[in-house]
């Protein structure tokens, strides 16, 4: 079965670091785009980075979040740097694919919290 594991979620303070880990198993991870998303309470969903043949960030997190994955451990990751209260969300690994499939699929992960004290 297909699945999608976070972890390193957790309470940090303003300023601090978190690196988000997803461990995926059941479909041919190296031909998926992987993305991170994320939702805070009452607002909608958002797509924060993805990794595919190109890495893209939204704006809000350019310069402080880094995206990457490691094909051969199955497993995506985002190291997240000078943290802002408006970054506390539930986070939630995507994958997204395959390349050159007959059909495409889009599979989730159950989410980490991520919460950003002052």
């Known amino acids: 079965q297909v699945q999608l594991v976070e972890s390193g979620g957790g309470l940090v303070q303003f300023g601090g670091s978190l690196r988000l880990s997803c461990v995926a198993s059941?479909?041919?991870?190296?031909?998926?785009?992987m993305n991170w998303y994320r939702q805070a309470p009452g607002k909608e969903r958002e797509l924060v980075a993805s990794?595919?043949?190109?890495?893209n960030y939204a704006d809000s997190v350019k310069g402080r979040f880094t995206i990457s994955r490691d094909n051969a451990k199955n497993t995506l990751y985002l190291q997240m740097n000078s943290l802002k209260p408006e970054d506390t969300a539930v986070y939630y690994c995507n994958a997204k694919g395959p390349l050159g499939g007959r059909y495409e699929y889009n599979y989730w992960g159950q989410g980490t919290q991520v919460t950003v004290s002052s």
């Open positions: 059941g479909f041919t991870f190296s031909s998926y785009v």
């Open positions: 990794a595919g043949v190109w890495i």
